[in-house]
């Protein structure tokens, strides 16, 4: 059975930087990855869809440790790939990676002090994979399910005679080009998808049942690139990273404080490029504020650029059902399709799926509390990587791993081997409240009952914020009261 120090679940963009974090800040360590899939990259890899692309701007959703280079800020999946595999192989930490294995059952013994992973091959569930031991596990698993994205039934959908699938499942082979095409959805999947295969079909229609916000901006950050042209690669990097950190965070503040002036503003964007004919009021004007729900981003207007060519059309109605050659409405509409993309969005799934039992009880973790948005009550060793949904997902799994880095590195100052969030019993009467707040997206309302939950004062707060995860994550002391930390009876 082989040991390691440190073990991370997933080796997409979160887990292949915090194994990079942890050579550099625990060198000594010894560090596996598991990675259930038989490529790196997770996300950027799973999804092949047109045009797949991401809607942060690359110098929040690259690492704090390596500059993004390229021109284009909000780049493309392919390109996000290929940064993650390079980082890979600069760090040197592909040797690390388990490939086709999947993290199905972790047992804690605080006799022993370690994790007992229970390993499965996804291409053979009859394969036997020896368990492994550890003392710690980061899990980077991301928050959904790779295998089953959310996709509702609809009426008579089986009469369809034409091709309907999920992005998720993008088929390889697929030959869009002269086609009538629905795309079933209003999140960034479908705004994606849409201008990027409406050039080539004969008419793309995103059919959706609400509204969603949407912002365009340039794909190019005119001050990133200047600032490359004349500083060194790092520091323009970080002023840039500081730039739109702060941006993004005046943004959102701004919805929270002034929702009508923020929705104004986008409304008066969209009318602006569409035009004073447009309908914006039906097909744009969501009926909640400025980020309660995702904002999406289109780089360079381009799905307005696809529907004032008359590529590209927006239906805002109901499904009433299918039909051999399409979708009928609750209008008595009927849209005709050759193809029909179901962009409904995801299931959420919490740790990868992966079952947690610590010293032969199972952990259920609706039960416990968030531990600065990473750990979790009465669990010991074990940090989970959840980023931002109002900012760069990596912002917070950079502050992760450097937490982890931290506290093993003072476990061993300490000569101890268990850490485990408590609470105090002046904790014990906390609201519990959801692990995500004031975000009404049916993919995160549908799963949230799954999730730990978070309190009302620190440590135990999820708090969506990356000023206020600074000062709690980075900069507050570890040994807060709440983080307690002890070693085996026999090691005493």
């Given at each position: ?436 707040e004031d975000f009404s997206s049916g993919y995160m309302q549908r799963e949230m009952h799954q999730f730990p939950k978070q309190g009302d004062h620190e440590p135990w707060l999820n708090t969506q914020n990356f000023a206020k995860d600074k000062k709690m994550i980075r900069n507050a002391p570890l040994e807060d ?12």
């Amino acid at each position: 059975m082989s040991h390691f120090d440190i073990v991370i679940v997933g080796a997409g963009l979160s887990g292949i930087g915090a194994a990079v974090h942890f050579r550099k800040h625990c060198p000594g360590k010894t560090v596996a990855i598991l990675e259930s899939r038989e490529t790196i990259g997770g996300t950027w890899d799973l999804y092949r869809y047109p045009g797949i692309r991401s809607d942060s701007d690359m110098h929040t959703l690259g690492y704090n440790f390596k500059p993004w280079r390229a021109a284009k800020a909000i780049a493309d999946g392919p390109s996000i790939l290929q940064y993650v595999n390079d980082t890979a192989d600069e760090y040197d930490v592909r040797k690390q990676i388990q490939f086709n294995r999947r993290l199905e059952d972790a047992s804690w013994s605080s006799e022993e002090s370690r994790w007992t992973l229970e390993v499965g091959d996804p291409r053979d569930a009859s394969a036997r994979v020896e368990p492994i031991t550890c003392g710690f596990v980061l899990m980077c698993s991301g928050y959904y399910s790779y295998e089953n994205p959310y996709q509702p039934s609809f009426e008579g959908e089986e009469d369809f005679e034409g091709l309907m699938f999920h992005p998720q499942h993008w088929p390889e082979d697929l030959d869009y080009a002269g086609k009538r095409i629905i795309v079933i959805g209003s999140g960034a999947t479908a705004m994606t998808i849409v201008p990027s295969i409406a050039e080539d079909a004969e008419h793309v229609t995103m059919l959706q049942r609400s509204p969603t916000y949407v912002a365009s901006r340039p794909d190019k950050d005119a001050i990133a690139n200047f600032l490359r042209r004349f500083l060194p690669p790092m520091l323009a990097y970080r002023l840039t990273r500081w730039k739109n950190v702060s941006m993004q965070h005046r943004v959102y503040e701004e919805t929270r404080t002034n929702p009508e002036r923020v929705k104004s503003l986008l409304l008066g964007q969209v009318r602006k490029h569409l035009g004073p004919d447009y309908d914006v009021e039906k097909h744009f004007t969501p009926s909640y504020n400025p980020w309660d729900q995702r904002l999406c981003l289109i780089p360079n207007a381009d799905l307005f650029e696809s529907i004032k060519a008359g590529k590209a059309s927006v239906v805002t109605d109901h499904i009433d059902c299918f039909t051999k050659k399409g979708i009928r409405l609750a209008s008595g509409e009927e849209l005709e399709a050759d193809i029909i993309i179901v962009a409904t969005g995801l299931n959420l799934k919490l740790l990868g799926g992966a079952s947690f039992q610590v010293d032969g009880e199972r952990v259920h973790f609706p039960d416990t509390f968030a531990y600065k948005g990473m750990m979790y009550s009465d669990v010991p060793n074990m940090a989970q990587t959840f980023g931002y949904i109002n900012a760069s997902w990596t912002l917070r799994a950079d502050l992760t791993a450097e937490y982890c880095c931290r506290l093993i590195s003072h476990m061993d100052e300490l000569g101890m081997r268990q850490c485990t969030p408590r609470l105090r019993p002046e904790d014990q009467d906390m609201p519990r409240r959801n692990w995500i707040e004031d975000f009404s997206s049916g993919y995160m309302q549908r799963e949230m009952h799954q999730f730990p939950k978070q309190g009302d004062h620190e440590p135990w707060l999820n708090t969506q914020n990356f000023a206020k995860d600074k000062k709690m994550i980075r900069n507050a002391p570890l040994e807060d009261g709440r983080l307690t930390f002890s070693s085996p009876v026999a090691d005493a």
